[in-house]
């Protein structure tokens, strides 16, 4: 397949959870945002040189190619694996950067100020990742047991979860100290007992459903 085929294939899916576009590379740090999500999802590729519409752009110059990385290996904290592929299509060059999930999540995205961010991807979004999945991930590299006991803290949060809620309202209907709530919860979903969804900005946790 030649090099026009396979990109315009990729372009024709659209953004989504393990696609994204970018017009051009202006600043890593927000690019470095992209790579952190994919490496703490799914994995995904940045086709770069493409706009949202799918028309190619192309990669200007060589400061572009420096920056996409100084993304995956300066801004991202742990650096992030990432390969380069390079295309030329009527008359212009296109990258293709693939981000594999990481197997040592979480990986931050640092920004302008220095500051550490998780993303996850969600659809076609980098999302700011919860205290929670910093929790999970946490707990999944963990060599704990593969237990879960029912302490009277469980059956309390258990109790309050039985209706989607966020975070904060879990911490304030079930009384319990917000930092034992963020690790039960990781627990919880952990073992398949709790589940996460986003909704309009917003993270909620529920009960998962027996079937």
Known sequence: MDDRR??????????HQQQDFKYKVADACKLAKSVSAFANTDGG?????VRDDGHLSGVRSEEEIYMMHQAAY?????EASIKFDTFHVEGRTIVVATVPASERKP??????????????????????????HLAIWK??????????TYTDDVRCL?????????????????????????????????????????VEQQFLFSLCSIK
């Not at 396979?6 to 953004?15: A, C, H, K, Q, T």
């Not at 590729?45 to 040189?49: K, P, S, V």
């Not at 209706?163 to 979903?189: C, D, F, Y």
Request: glycine share 8%; aromatic share 6%; proline share 3%.
């Open 107 to 132: 990986v931050f995205a640092i920004d302008e100020e220095g500051r550490k961010r998780a993303y996850i991807r969600i659809a076609d979004e980098n999302i700011v990742a919860s205290p929670v």
């Open 45 to 49: 590729r940045l086709l770069i040189g």
């Open 74 to 78: 300066k801004f991202c904290k742990p």
């Open 158 to 198: 258990l109790d309050t979860m039985q209706k989607r809620q966020t975070l904060n309202q879990l911490v304030r209907h079930s009384r319990l100290p917000r930092h034992l709530v963020v690790r039960l919860l990781a627990r919880l979903i952990r073992f398949g007992v709790a589940q996460w969804e986003h």
């Open 139 to 148: 707990e999944s590299q963990s060599k704990g047991g593969t237990m879960m």
């Open 6 to 15: 396979y990109l315009l294939g990729l372009i024709s899916e659209g953004e």
